[in-house]
């Protein structure tokens, strides 16, 4: 049966995409990111259309990008729909100049109807209003502001949904803005990364360890990998459930990560790559068969594929790839639930 003409099975297609069927049985009904054609009315099929269509939205839901939003996003990438890039140019030929007299809504404040981007010059959608006053505030580089903000959102809304909803919107916003804008807005993107950042990491030393086994989560990008927020997030969303961890940062060279995998003897490890060009396979695989302990009772850390980099081929063993911050968290967190109910038997 060509795959061309009639499609591939969900089961077929998510061990591409590296995700669970349920996650895209759950995108189709909750956000209408389904195929196309369904064979006999019922079944699910998959065009290569459809196919771009899922791998778009992995990509932006590891990106941190929410997933009603990436959605509405990936759903331009199947043939016939209108692009992004069109839509992009349309909306920054349209004047986007807030009047000086409106300010920042408080927290939890309603959301006015606007155009998508009106009040920041970001292309922003439809966002919450606390993600529309963090881009007014980092385009006018008002530090105090965005750092009272990011408080506020962490506070009353928790980690994840601080993140997912408010934070990472805003930077891919600016980072499309900025490759848009002829290298325009790279002092707006350096101050806002910076203050996500301080946010993220105040957020990580709030937490307190729980009694769960002392083995930490190995959090690193691969080599030649600079992009270290969504990882800020993962620890802080780990802190935030009282998980130990070790952050190596940006760029660690695989010497490094293998010493420091094999010195902390891992529960899980959490390898970042932003790009295709930075995922590193082979080191993954690695990383997954590196075994430690005692004698008798060695075990291997599992291993997150973490980020849009690792899309288009299925983990290996011992390895997986979450599809955003929610899904990386939870599954840390039971891996540790596990250990623990298993060491008090």
Do not use: N
Request: aromatic content about 4%; proline content about 8%; glycine content about 10%.
């Amino acid at each position: 049966m060509p795959e061309s003409t009639h499609g591939i099975t969900t089961g077929a297609v998510a061990r591409r995409l590296g995700v669970s069927p349920t996650t895209v049985r759950s995108w189709d009904q909750r956000y209408g990111i389904g195929p196309a054609v369904r064979a006999d009315g019922r079944h699910r099929r998959w065009s290569p259309g459809d196919v771009a269509m899922l791998e778009e939205m992995c990509r932006l839901t590891a990106s941190g990008v929410p997933p009603a939003e990436a959605a509405h996003a990936a759903k331009r990438v199947r043939p016939g729909a209108v692009t992004e890039t069109a839509e992009l140019a349309a909306d920054q030929r349209t004047p986007s100049v807030e009047p000086a007299e409106q300010t920042m809504a408080p927290v939890g404040a309603e959301p006015r109807a606007r155009r998508p981007g009106q009040g920041s010059g970001l292309p922003l959608g439809d966002v919450r209003q606390e993600c529309r006053g963090l881009a007014r505030a980092a385009v006018r580089l008002d530090g105090p502001a965005m750092e009272g903000l990011l408080q506020e959102v962490l506070a009353r809304y928790g980690l994840v949904i601080a993140w997912e909803e408010v934070m990472a919107p805003t930077l891919h916003a600016v980072g499309r803005k900025w490759e848009s804008s002829d290298d325009r807005y790279v002092e707006v993107e350096h101050l806002l990364s910076w203050h996500v950042s301080t946010a993220l990491r105040r957020a990580a030393v709030t937490g307190t360890l729980r009694t769960f086994p002392a083995a930490p989560v190995v959090l690193a990008c691969v080599p030649a990998e600079q992009h270290t927020l969504p990882l800020e997030a993962l620890a802080a969303g780990l802190a935030e459930r009282g998980l130990p961890t070790r952050m190596f940062g940006a760029a660690v060279p695989a010497e490094a990560l293998d010493a420091a995998v094999r010195r902390s003897g891992p529960a899980a490890v959490a390898l970042w790559s932003q790009a295709r060009s930075t995922a590193d396979h082979a080191l993954a695989r690695h990383v997954a068969g590196t075994a430690f302990g005692m004698r008798g009772a060695r075990t291997a850390p599992l291993v997150l594929l973490a980020g849009p980099g690792w899309l288009g081929r299925a983990p290996g063993q011992g390895m997986i790839h979450p599809t955003g911050l929610r899904e990386a968290l939870d599954v840390i967190h039971r891996l540790y639930e596990g250990q623990s109910g298993h060491s008090e038997g």
